[in-house]
């Protein structure tokens, strides 16, 4: 079991940068150093889709078309911490953040992540 929980959300201009933090708890099994995580985000009235993602070792990184060159996902197994760096953030990109754990590499659909936080709101002014 991953207990996963989100913070550093919050309201900012366009153009803004925010960093999303996700701190991790393995209750049992496979450390969290094992799992690959991901970044997924819900805007309302739309489905939950995929934002970023990183390897258990933080070698492999992929991204959304829509925030490539804008977003940075990192991770720091020692702490249990995966990051989310935005940057040059716009109003589409307002939704709730949340993140998620997984087992292999390559995933980017929300049924197959194992394990989810609560999410975090992420608001974008014009």
């Known amino acids: 079991q991953v207990q996963l929980v989100e913070s550093g959300g919050g309201l900012v201009q366009a153009g803004g940068s925010l960093r999303l933090s996700c701190a991790a708890s393995?209750?049992?099994?496979?450390?969290?150093?094992?799992?690959?995580m991901g970044w997924f985000r819900q805007a309302p009235g739309k489905e939950r889709e995929f934002v970023a993602a990183?390897?258990?070792?933080?070698?492999?990184?992929d991204y959304a078309d829509s925030v490539k060159g804008r977003f940075t996902i990192s991770r720091e197994n020692a702490k249990n911490l995966v990051h989310l760096q935005m940057n040059s953030l716009k109003p589409e990109d307002t939704a709730v953040y949340s993140c998620?754990?997984?087992?292999?590499?390559?995933?980017?659909?929300?049924?197959?992540?194992?394990?989810w936080g609560q999410g975090t709101q992420v608001t974008v002014s014009s």
């Open positions: 998620a754990a997984t087992t292999g590499w390559d995933k980017k659909r929300v049924y197959e992540y194992d394990y």
């Open positions: 393995a209750t049992s099994g496979r450390r969290f150093s094992r799992y690959s």
């Open positions: 990183i390897a258990w070792g933080g070698g492999l990184t």
